[in-house]
């Protein structure tokens, strides 16, 4: 069983950028894919970006291409989302998923095994 704590979220300007960690416990992430998807009000959630095991391969969503860079550290069993030049349209939950049985980039969720409870982004001026 794997546990996801996502930090980082707060309150910024438009602009601004902020970094998402996300921590997992109960296991390595060793040969997981880590994916960050996001939930706004009103709205279902959505892919943001995704990463393989090795940081070799990664995938991003249109809305944050150029924008956001995902990382990880697997010594420290840990994933990021770098955001830069954030928009009040990135406002939203932020979430942290693990794939365990993929061997590419999922951008759906049904592939994902294992979510954190999400960190609140708030972009506004």
């Known amino acids: 069983q794997v546990q996801l704590v996502e930090s980082g979220g707060g309150l910024v300007q438009p602009g601004g950028s902020l970094r998402l960690s996300c921590a997992a416990s109960?296991?390595?992430?060793?040969?997981?894919?880590m994916g960050w998807f996001r939930q706004a009000p009103g709205k279902e959630r959505e892919f943001v970006a995704a990463?393989?095991?090795?940081?070799?391969?990664?995938d991003y969503a249109d809305s944050g291409k150029g924008r956001f860079t995902i990382s990880r550290d697997n010594a420290e069993n840990t994933v990021y989302l770098q955001m830069n030049s954030l928009k009040p349209e990135d406002t939203a939950v932020y979430y942290c998923?693990?794939?365990?049985?993929?061997?590419?980039?999922?951008?759906?969720?049904?592939?994902?095994?294992?979510w954190g409870q999400g960190t609140q982004v708030t972009v506004s001026s």
């Open positions: 109960g296991r390595t992430l060793s040969g997981y894919i």
């Open positions: 990463i393989t095991w090795s940081g070799g391969s990664t």
């Open positions: 998923a693990a794939d365990a049985r993929s061997t590419w980039l999922r951008r759906t969720q049904n592939f994902y095994d294992y």
